[in-house]
């Protein structure tokens, strides 16, 4: 007998913009990391958590707002090989230790590698005392989906986004995409690793989503905003008219400026998200 299906619902809480120490950019505004969703996906019993976050602070204020919402928690799935959406693995495995960590086997693999392992150091270093020495691997998932109590949600695989090997989670119940880093919600998006190929491979798996028509909690968002299905076409926008910058020649700091006239009201004019090529 499969066990009983229940009405499932979500609930997304937003780690705000946090300040790192670094030398001043020659663009934007003073280095800070944008701010990071984390989402709830639960049923009568049952949750499900997509990305730990990144410090001990946040992934500690998270794990006391995934116990308000009193479900057992059986699974903690990591979208993508980037330390914001899984350095905060081992606080929230501490407070929750039934649950379970998964990715993709190439989620998994890519989060192995010596290029990502440098990057969650340089994380150390920008957050000193606020991410642990290590980190446990999530286990790679057998099959493109998770359970949660009859209902079954899609891992789809996005490929190259804003970086290798990406994953957006689609929960056809609800109607509700929760899209990692494919999708960013009015702030600014880490273009500056892309190329012209990347970029393309990111429009093409956000037309993969479009095709869903769904509510969508993106990776990074401006916490004011809601998640409508509208943030997968500003986000395509945001990329051709980034390549066509790009494509132009033009220097950083015109581009930067050009970006930051185009989305004024969008968060985090970071230098590091629109023209740092780190990974
Ligand atoms: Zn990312």
């Not at 009983?4 to 990391?33: C, H, I, N």
């Not at 993106?218 to 998640?227: A, E, L, V």
């Not at 050009?258 to 740092?276: D, I, K």
Request: net charge negative.
């Amino acid at each position: 007998m499969p066990a009983t299906r229940s009405a499932l619902s979500y609930d997304v809480f937003v780690a705000p913009e946090k300040p790192f120490a670094a030398p001043p950019p020659a663009v934007g505004d003073a280095p800070a990391w944008d701010p990071t969703t984390s989402t709830l996906i639960f049923g009568a019993r049952d949750a499900v958590l997509v990305d730990p976050l990144m410090t001990t602070r946040e992934a500690t204020a998270l794990a006391d707002w995934v116990a308000l919402h009193d479900r057992r928690l059986t699974t903690v799935s990591i979208p993508h090989g980037h330390g914001d959406f899984y350095l905060g693995l081992p606080v929230v495995l501490d407070r929750f230790p039934d649950a379970r960590a998964v990715a993709t086997t190439r989620t998994v693999r890519h989060m192995q590698q010596p290029g990502t392992q440098a990057l969650d150091n340089s994380l150390r270093a920008r957050f000193p005392g606020q991410i642990a020495d290590t980190i446990p691997l999530p286990e790679p998932l057998e099959s493109p989906e998770i359970q949660l109590e009859g209902s079954a949600i899609e891992v789809i695989e996005t490929g190259h986004t804003d970086t290798l090997d990406t994953t957006s989670l689609h929960v056809p119940d609800l109607g509700l995409v929760v899209s990692g880093d494919v999708v960013y919600n009015h702030c600014h998006m880490y273009v500056g690793a892309t190329t012209t190929d990347s970029r393309a491979e990111w429009i093409a798996a956000l037309d993969r989503l479009a095709a869903l028509n769904p509510a969508v909690v993106s990776g990074h968002k401006d916490p004011t905003q809601g998640n409508p299905p509208a943030v997968l076409a500003d986000s395509r926008g945001y990329l051709e008219y980034y390549g066509q910058l790009r494509q132009a020649g033009l220097p950083d700091q015109e581009l930067f400026d050009a970006m930051v006239s185009r989305y004024p009201g969008w968060v985090s004019r970071q230098q590091w998200l629109m023209l740092e090529a780190v990974g």
